[in-house]
């Protein structure tokens, strides 16, 4: 796989998308990817692991990273919306010094509503728009776009009410995006069918905000 080089500082830094279930033991293309894209030997990692339900998550891809030779990785311990909110200086400055950012994968609606509006969330974007990468994974990827599907149910026709949208950063609208996986939307293959009924079913909803299937719009599941 080709490595993209770091974005000048001028710059939006890359984002990356991943699908999920990433190859962590074995060749770790996707892992590897990211960090030649955050600065190689020289990068300076930061993991955010608020949507893992596991404490060790955050601390297993810091040792991933390490073992990759990372320069530095740092895990930044963000657990609840009142951490968050509560997050001190030490906490911003892990963001203004790291050259890459990955977003763990677990709960999309924990995720965002630790972060919504918090100034943990505006030093992510800026520090994005700065130059810096992030990558996410599964609900971590989720969360790149302006808005993001926190919940969905599977339905034989595609309605609004199947989906329930959250706030995500924001970062998708001025940066080029790299999904590194066929099941970008998913978290695995096995996850497909619902997640197509969730994302035909954002589509039905955005359509001229009505309840509707879209004009010139067919569905069937196969």
Do not use: C
Not at 102 to 125: D, H, M, N, V, Y
């Amino acid at each position: 796989m080709e490595i993209l080089p770091a974005p000048h500082a001028t710059q939006p830094g890359l984002l990356i998308a991943i699908g999920g279930a990433e190859d962590k033991t074995r060749e770790r293309v996707v892992l590897n990817y990211f960090l030649e894209a955050a600065g190689g030997a020289d990068a300076s990692i930061v993991v955010l692991a608020t949507a893992s339900e596991s404490p060790e998550t955050g601390e297993r891809y810091a040792d991933l990273f390490l073992a990759l030779r990372a320069e530095n990785v740092e895990v930044l311990k963000i657990e609840t919306r009142a951490d968050a909110v509560e997050a001190g200086s030490d906490a911003h400055d892990l963001l203004e010094y790291a050259t890459g950012l990955f977003i763990t994968g677990g709960s999309q609606l924990k995720l965002s509503s630790a972060l919504g509006g918090t100034e943990i969330a505006e030093t992510i974007r800026r520090r994005h728009a700065a130059g810096m990468v992030v990558a996410g994974t599964s609900a971590g990827a989720a969360l790149l776009s302006e808005h993001m599907i926190a919940l969905g149910e599977s339905g034989a026709t595609p309605r609004r009410r199947l989906v329930h949208l959250a706030k995500g950063l924001g970062l998708a609208r001025t940066s080029p995006v790299r999904p590194t996986s066929p099941h970008t939307a998913t978290s695995s293959p096995s996850a497909r069918p619902r997640a197509l009924d969730a994302t035909a079913a954002t589509t039905a909803r955005s359509a001229a905000g009505s309840s509707t299937w879209p004009r010139g719009w067919a569905w069937r599941r196969t």
